[in-house]
């Protein structure tokens, strides 16, 4: 059996460090990092800051963080999220996504609770957001949470581009933004212009983009 593209653990001389992602191929792109990501939600060896017991699957989790989240997706999850839905985008927008934010120019989806989730349950989960996918409570290493960081709002920033260029959000009213809007519309500003963006902007699968750019 050859060694996995992706793989994700702890230092073994240092468990405190938390989980580090370890790239064991040059070509790796990011389908391949997802699918060493997803076991992880279901491993109760972990320590999860919020299981019960702090050693629980993700699935069982009472301390539902979808129930608030602030969640701008990314442009693959938001285009295969409007398929599932059999909605184009317009309509997609119109019904999923927080109108006072969209005016203020933000694609924010509807929070308290998430648009998608039922009886605690995420009802888009195999296509739902990067930052969906990526949120564990667990320790990780600091160049692996930055390569989940930088993943995430590289393409929360291709989302943000998309709908401005489709003509999917309306002109920006400044006076609607809270000081915690301003914080995201900030960080999406600040990966606008990264030549990175445009990989999620031509892909239609996560598997189309490589990590090199993001290690």
């Known amino acids: 059996m050859g060694i996995n593209k992706v793989e994700i653990g702890y230092d073994e001389k240092d468990e405190t460090k938390g989980l580090k992602v370890r790239v064991n191929d040059d070509k790796a792109n990011l389908q391949d990092l997802l699918d060493a990501w997803q076991p992880l939600c279901d491993d109760d060896k972990l320590r999860k800051l919020y299981a019960e017991g702090q050693h629980h699957a993700c699935r069982a989790c009472t301390v539902n963080c979808c129930s608030t989240a602030y969640v701008i997706p990314d442009l693959i999850a938001f285009k295969k999220m409007a398929a599932l839905t059999g909605l184009d985008y317009p309509e997609f927008v119109a019904r999923y996504f927080q109108e006072e934010k969209l005016k203020a120019g933000l694609l924010r989806m509807r929070p308290n609770p998430c648009a998608f989730l039922q009886d605690n349950i995420c009802t888009i989960y195999p296509v739902r957001a990067l930052i969906c996918r990526f949120y564990l409570c667990c320790q990780l290493a600091g160049e692996t949470e930055q390569l989940i960081y930088s993943l995430s709002w590289t393409g929360a920033a291709a989302?943000?581009?998309?709908?401005?260029?489709?003509?999917?959000?309306?002109?920006?009213?400044?006076?609607?933004l809270t000081s915690f809007d301003l914080m995201f519309k900030q960080l999406i500003e600040d990966y606008r212009y990264d030549p990175r963006v445009q990989l999620f902007l031509q892909s239609g699968e996560y598997g189309d983009i490589p990590l090199a750019p993001f290690m």
């Open 159 to 176: 989302a943000q581009l998309f709908a401005e260029q489709t003509g999917l959000l309306p002109m920006s009213s400044p006076s609607a």
